[in-house]
């Protein structure tokens, strides 16, 4: 089966986020000032070729965990859906 993968990754809440504040803070400059807390992270989407929806989420998670995510750094959240 096919699915594919929805996944957002963010610094996690403890860290600086640089470019989240220079955004944050240029926000009251084109009028939006109620705007703050920004925080800037990466979506990526993927296609996966599994046998089921669990084995494509354990697959999701590995490269999350092996190649995709600095965990040091950085948290994840993903979704599984079927192609």
């Known amino acids: 089966m096919k ?3 929805e996944i957002d ?5 403890a860290l600086l986020d640089p470019q989240g504040k220079a955004v944050s803070n240029n926000m ?3 009028g939006l000032p109620e ?6 992270g990466k979506h990526i989407t993927l296609s ?3 046998a089921s929806k669990q084995e494509a989420e354990e697959k999701v ?3 999350c965990k092996q ?3 600095n965990q040091i ?3 994840y959240s993903f979704v599984i859906t079927e192609a």
């Not at 990754?9 to 809440?13: A, D, E, I, K, R």
């Not at 705007?35 to 800037?40: A, D, K, L, P, T």
């Open 3 to 5: 699915f594919n993968a």
């Open 9 to 13: 990754v963010m610094p996690l809440p």
């Open 28 to 30: 009251s400059n084109i």
């Open 35 to 40: 705007i703050s807390n920004v925080r800037i």
């Open 48 to 50: 996966i070729e599994a």
């Open 61 to 63: 998670d590995s490269a």
């Open 67 to 69: 190649l995709l995510v």
């Open 73 to 75: 750094m950085e948290g």
